[in-house]
Structures are given as C-alpha cells and as structure tokens.
C-alpha cells in the first residue's frame, strides 16, 4: 500500500473506481436477467391468449 497521502488517494480512488464498475456491472447482469424473464412471461402469456381467443372464436 502507498505511503505518502497523494499516492494514499490515488491508491483509494483506483479501489473506489473499481468497486463502482463491478457494483454496475452487477447491475447491468441482473437488469438484463430480469427483462428476459419479464418478456419470457409477456410471451407466454400471448401465446395464452392466442389459444383462448381460438377457443373462443
């Protein structure tokens, strides 16, 4: 670890930096996860509606 304060703050800005990146990587994973699975059940639920409207008709 760096011993003088300019390279402590660089040192921690560095750390800081990288902890943002993978908390919005992380983000970006789960947000994409769950739109898939969101339009995973918007399609299914057409499909229902398509056979439910055949029956109907």
Request: aromatic residues 8%; contains cysteine.
């Amino acid at each position: 670890m760096p011993q003088n304060s300019s390279s402590l703050n660089a040192f921690f800005a560095r750390q800081i930096e990288q902890t943002m990146n993978n908390v919005s990587q992380a983000l970006d994973s789960t947000v994409a996860n769950h739109s898939e699975k969101l339009n995973e059940f918007i399609r299914i639920d057409e499909q229902e509606l398509y056979w439910i409207s055949c029956l109907l008709s």
